[in-house]
């Protein structure tokens, strides 16, 4: 309550959005406890809630998910996608990189206090594709083929399917890739995969600190 008039917001209006956020969150029946006697994850929550009470335009959150099982975490991200929705901005500063590939839309790198790599999320996974495709089918692909490399296939017992890894050459494109397969097998999906930024996180890191 005295966090959120701070903000601005009057008795009744906090009272009346920190009861709604206590139901979303689950701690309505801790409303009259003092925060030393919650638990370390209720704290995080009334933190969290404290922060975003007076709905700010600006927030700041380092690894918010640290505590949380995976309900609360699901919890918490759906509350600052909505956040990032009603059009709040949001610096979200975290280790985890399935968090940056969940909610962010442009990431900045940081390593050993250098900025190694900035920009637009999807920019930045495109820019770091190698050209590998998972190809999904029945029957075998040619042999000695113009515009792929093989890297390893897996074969379904149930149903004869077969799993290729692919690596694309660079003069060709995915089209041809499929125009090259088409008359061996019987086709039924193509995915070009895109790096995650776990994979990228590593493979920076790890060059920025062979060249120190």
Not at 60 to 88: H, R, S, V
Not at 111 to 139: F, P, T, W
Request: hydrophobic fraction near 40%.
């Amino acid at each position: 309550m005295y966090l959120a008039q701070l903000k601005g917001l009057s008795a009744g209006q906090a009272q009346e959005r920190l009861k709604s956020l206590f139901i979303k969150f689950d701690i309505k029946e801790w409303w009259n406890k003092p925060v030393e006697e919650l638990s370390k994850g209720m704290q995080q929550k009334a933190q969290f809630i404290s922060t975003i009470v007076h709905q700010p335009d600006l927030l700041i959150l380092d690894e918010p998910f640290t505590g949380f099982d995976p309900i609360n975490a699901q919890l918490l991200k759906e509350e600052i996608l909505d956040l990032k929705k009603q059009g709040t901005t949001i610096l979200f500063s975290t280790h985890r990189m399935e968090s940056v590939e969940e909610i962010c839309d442009h990431i900045a790198l940081i390593n050993r206090a250098s900025l190694v790599l900035s920009g637009a999320k999807k920019d930045i996974q495109h820019s770091y594709k190698k050209g590998e495709l998972k190809v999904i089918g029945r029957g075998s692909i040619p042999s000695n083929p113009r515009c792929f490399d093989l890297l390893s296939s897996k074969t379904s017992d149930e149903d004869s399917e077969v799993q290729w890894h692919l690596k694309k050459k660079l003069d060709c494109s995915i089209n041809e890739v499929i125009a090259e397969l088409l008359p061996s097998i019987e086709l039924i999906s193509v995915e070009e995969l895109i790096p995650g930024f776990n994979e990228i996180f590593i493979d920076i890191v790890e060059k920025t600190n062979s060249n120190e």
